[in-house]
T-cell receptor
Framework: KAGVTQTPRYLIKTRGQQVTLSCSPISGHRSVSWYQQTPGQGLQFLFEYFSETQRNKGNFPGRFSGRQFSNSRSEMNVSTLELGDSALYLC????????????FGNGTRLTVT | LAKTTQPISMDSYEGQEVNITCSHNNIATNDYITWYQQFPSQGPRFIIQGYKTKVTNEVASLFIPADRKSSTLSLPRVSLSDTAVYYCLVGRNNAGNMLTFGGGTRLMVKP
Protein backbone atom coordinates (compact mmCIF):
# COMPACT_ATOMS: atom_id res chain seq x y z
CA LYS A 1 0.00 0.00 0.00
CA ALA A 2 1.29 3.46 -0.83
CA GLY A 3 1.93 5.71 2.15
CA VAL A 4 0.69 9.21 2.82
CA THR A 5 1.86 11.58 0.10
CA GLN A 6 2.32 15.30 0.64
CA THR A 7 3.03 17.82 -2.08
CA PRO A 8 4.99 19.90 -2.59
CA ARG A 9 7.94 18.80 -0.48
CA TYR A 10 9.39 22.31 -0.22
CA LEU A 11 7.84 25.72 -0.71
CA ILE A 12 9.11 29.28 -0.42
CA LYS A 13 6.61 32.11 -0.20
CA THR A 14 6.63 35.79 0.62
CA ARG A 15 4.81 37.45 3.51
CA GLY A 16 1.25 38.29 2.61
CA GLN A 17 0.89 35.55 0.01
CA GLN A 18 -1.30 32.50 0.39
CA VAL A 19 -0.38 28.85 0.01
CA THR A 20 -2.14 25.54 -0.55
CA LEU A 21 -0.67 22.23 0.57
CA SER A 22 -1.93 18.85 -0.57
CA CYS A 23 -2.20 15.47 1.15
CA SER A 24 -3.16 12.10 -0.32
CA PRO A 25 -4.00 9.60 2.44
CA ILE A 26 -3.48 5.88 2.44
CA SER A 27 -6.11 4.16 0.33
CA GLY A 28 -9.19 3.42 2.40
CA HIS A 29 -8.38 5.95 5.13
CA ARG A 30 -11.17 8.45 5.69
CA SER A 31 -9.56 10.66 8.33
CA VAL A 32 -6.91 13.24 7.52
CA SER A 33 -5.37 15.48 10.14
CA TRP A 34 -2.85 18.28 9.81
CA TYR A 35 -0.05 19.32 12.15
CA GLN A 36 2.41 22.20 12.24
CA GLN A 37 5.90 21.46 13.49
CA THR A 38 8.33 24.19 14.51
CA PRO A 39 11.47 24.03 16.66
CA GLY A 40 9.93 26.29 19.28
CA GLN A 41 6.38 24.91 19.53
CA GLY A 42 6.88 21.28 18.56
CA LEU A 43 4.04 19.40 16.89
CA GLN A 44 0.74 21.25 17.06
CA PHE A 45 -2.61 19.98 15.86
CA LEU A 46 -4.29 22.12 13.21
CA PHE A 47 -7.47 20.26 12.23
CA GLU A 48 -8.91 16.91 11.29
CA TYR A 49 -11.27 15.97 8.50
CA PHE A 50 -13.38 12.86 8.28
CA SER A 51 -15.63 12.08 5.33
CA GLU A 52 -15.32 15.66 4.00
CA THR A 53 -16.32 17.24 7.33
CA GLN A 54 -14.06 19.04 9.76
CA ARG A 55 -14.32 17.01 12.92
CA ASN A 56 -11.82 18.78 15.15
CA LYS A 57 -9.91 22.03 15.10
CA GLY A 58 -6.84 23.15 16.99
CA ASN A 59 -6.04 26.58 18.31
CA PHE A 60 -4.91 28.34 15.14
CA PRO A 61 -6.17 31.60 13.58
CA GLY A 62 -8.74 31.60 10.81
CA ARG A 63 -5.98 32.14 8.23
CA PHE A 64 -5.47 28.40 8.44
CA SER A 65 -8.17 26.42 6.72
CA GLY A 66 -8.61 23.07 5.10
CA ARG A 67 -10.92 20.85 3.19
CA GLN A 68 -11.34 17.23 2.25
CA PHE A 69 -12.58 15.84 -1.02
CA SER A 70 -14.81 12.86 -1.68
CA ASN A 71 -11.75 10.70 -2.42
CA SER A 72 -10.38 11.63 1.06
CA ARG A 73 -7.57 13.74 -0.36
CA SER A 74 -7.13 16.91 1.67
CA GLU A 75 -5.76 20.37 1.19
CA MET A 76 -4.84 23.01 3.70
CA ASN A 77 -4.62 26.70 2.92
CA VAL A 78 -2.82 29.46 4.74
CA SER A 79 -3.73 33.00 3.73
CA THR A 80 -1.84 36.23 4.40
CA LEU A 81 1.35 34.39 5.28
CA GLU A 82 3.46 35.60 8.20
CA LEU A 83 7.10 34.86 8.94
CA GLY A 84 6.00 32.74 11.88
CA ASP A 85 4.17 30.38 9.57
CA SER A 86 7.49 28.94 8.45
CA ALA A 87 7.30 25.33 9.55
CA LEU A 88 7.07 21.70 8.54
CA TYR A 89 3.43 20.90 7.85
CA LEU A 90 2.57 17.26 8.40
CA CYS A 91 -0.46 15.37 7.26
CA UNK A 92 -1.58 12.11 8.84
CA UNK A 93 -4.25 9.65 7.82
CA UNK A 94 -6.10 6.90 9.62
CA UNK A 95 -9.25 4.85 9.06
CA UNK A 96 -10.96 7.33 11.38
CA UNK A 97 -13.00 4.90 13.38
CA UNK A 98 -11.98 2.39 15.99
CA UNK A 99 -8.55 2.23 17.50
CA UNK A 100 -5.90 2.95 14.89
CA UNK A 101 -2.60 4.82 14.82
CA UNK A 102 -1.86 7.78 12.60
CA UNK A 103 0.19 7.35 9.45
CA PHE A 104 2.19 10.46 8.65
CA GLY A 105 3.55 11.81 5.41
CA ASN A 106 7.01 13.37 5.28
CA GLY A 107 5.60 16.86 5.29
CA THR A 108 5.85 20.08 3.34
CA ARG A 109 8.60 22.45 4.44
CA LEU A 110 7.21 25.98 4.10
CA THR A 111 9.56 28.94 4.31
CA VAL A 112 8.07 32.43 4.44
CA THR A 113 10.43 35.29 3.62
CA LEU B 1 -6.84 16.81 26.74
CA ALA B 2 -4.22 15.01 28.78
CA LYS B 3 -0.86 16.78 28.82
CA THR B 4 2.28 14.69 28.62
CA THR B 5 5.72 15.31 30.10
CA GLN B 6 8.85 13.56 28.85
CA PRO B 7 12.59 14.09 29.37
CA ILE B 8 13.96 16.46 26.76
CA SER B 9 16.91 14.24 25.86
CA MET B 10 18.65 10.98 26.67
CA ASP B 11 21.95 9.41 25.70
CA SER B 12 22.69 5.73 25.35
CA TYR B 13 25.18 3.34 23.79
CA GLU B 14 24.68 0.68 21.18
CA GLY B 15 23.41 -2.59 22.58
CA GLN B 16 21.91 -1.08 25.71
CA GLU B 17 18.26 -1.10 26.72
CA VAL B 18 16.66 2.34 26.77
CA ASN B 19 13.63 3.26 28.85
CA ILE B 20 11.80 6.53 28.19
CA THR B 21 9.13 7.52 30.69
CA CYS B 22 6.17 9.75 29.97
CA SER B 23 3.95 11.35 32.63
CA HIS B 24 0.25 11.90 31.90
CA ASN B 25 -1.45 12.66 35.20
CA ASN B 26 -4.75 13.76 33.64
CA ILE B 27 -5.29 10.73 31.45
CA ALA B 28 -8.97 9.97 30.89
CA THR B 29 -10.62 6.61 31.20
CA ASN B 30 -11.02 6.20 27.45
CA ASP B 31 -7.53 7.41 26.52
CA TYR B 32 -4.90 5.17 24.99
CA ILE B 33 -1.15 5.77 25.11
CA THR B 34 0.73 5.82 21.84
CA TRP B 35 4.40 6.30 21.04
CA TYR B 36 5.86 7.63 17.81
CA GLN B 37 9.41 7.90 16.48
CA GLN B 38 10.56 10.75 14.26
CA PHE B 39 13.73 11.10 12.22
CA PRO B 40 14.85 14.49 10.84
CA SER B 41 12.84 15.71 7.86
CA GLN B 42 10.38 12.81 8.14
CA GLY B 43 6.94 12.42 9.63
CA PRO B 44 6.48 10.57 12.91
CA ARG B 45 6.20 6.80 12.67
CA PHE B 46 4.00 4.66 14.92
CA ILE B 47 5.91 2.43 17.36
CA ILE B 48 3.47 0.99 19.88
CA GLN B 49 0.14 1.59 21.59
CA GLY B 50 -1.42 0.38 24.81
CA TYR B 51 -4.11 0.91 27.41
CA LYS B 52 -2.83 -0.84 30.53
CA THR B 53 -0.22 -3.30 31.85
CA LYS B 54 2.26 -4.37 29.17
CA VAL B 55 2.31 -4.44 25.39
CA THR B 56 5.14 -5.84 23.30
CA ASN B 57 5.79 -5.88 19.58
CA GLU B 58 8.80 -6.61 17.41
CA VAL B 59 10.50 -3.29 18.12
CA ALA B 60 9.50 -2.16 21.62
CA SER B 61 7.62 -2.78 24.85
CA LEU B 62 5.25 -0.44 26.61
CA PHE B 63 4.76 -0.63 30.36
CA ILE B 64 1.73 1.05 31.93
CA PRO B 65 1.17 0.93 35.72
CA ALA B 66 -2.24 0.35 37.22
CA ASP B 67 -2.95 4.08 37.83
CA ARG B 68 -2.03 4.86 34.17
CA LYS B 69 -0.54 8.20 35.15
CA SER B 70 2.70 7.33 33.42
CA SER B 71 4.06 4.94 30.84
CA THR B 72 7.50 3.68 29.85
CA LEU B 73 8.68 2.90 26.36
CA SER B 74 11.41 0.27 26.40
CA LEU B 75 13.74 -0.19 23.43
CA PRO B 76 15.86 -3.34 23.74
CA ARG B 77 19.44 -3.31 22.47
CA VAL B 78 19.41 0.04 20.68
CA SER B 79 21.51 0.70 17.61
CA LEU B 80 22.75 3.92 16.01
CA SER B 81 19.68 3.95 13.77
CA ASP B 82 17.45 4.36 16.83
CA THR B 83 18.74 7.92 17.24
CA ALA B 84 15.54 9.93 16.85
CA VAL B 85 12.90 11.92 18.71
CA TYR B 86 10.31 9.85 20.55
CA TYR B 87 6.85 11.24 21.26
CA CYS B 88 4.32 10.04 23.79
CA LEU B 89 0.68 10.78 22.98
CA VAL B 90 -2.43 10.32 25.05
CA GLY B 91 -5.81 10.31 23.40
CA ARG B 92 -8.48 8.28 21.80
CA ASN B 93 -7.81 7.02 18.29
CA ASN B 94 -11.43 6.97 17.32
CA ALA B 95 -14.11 9.36 16.22
CA GLY B 96 -13.75 12.90 17.44
CA ASN B 97 -10.32 12.89 19.03
CA MET B 98 -7.47 15.35 18.93
CA LEU B 99 -4.05 13.96 19.67
CA THR B 100 -1.73 16.12 21.71
CA PHE B 101 1.98 15.67 21.10
CA GLY B 102 4.32 16.51 23.95
CA GLY B 103 7.76 17.96 23.42
CA GLY B 104 9.30 14.57 22.68
CA THR B 105 12.52 12.97 23.90
CA ARG B 106 15.61 13.27 21.74
CA LEU B 107 17.47 9.97 22.03
CA MET B 108 21.11 9.91 21.00
CA VAL B 109 22.68 6.47 20.59
CA LYS B 110 26.46 6.47 20.62
CA PRO B 111 28.83 3.78 19.32
Amino acid sequence: KAGVTQTPRYLIKTRGQQVTLSCSPISGHRSVSWYQQTPGQGLQFLFEYFSETQRNKGNFPGRFSGRQFSNSRSEMNVSTLELGDSALYLCASSPGTGLSPLHFGNGTRLTVT
Amino acid sequence: LAKTTQPISMDSYEGQEVNITCSHNNIATNDYITWYQQFPSQGPRFIIQGYKTKVTNEVASLFIPADRKSSTLSLPRVSLSDTAVYYCLVGRNNAGNMLTFGGGTRLMVKP
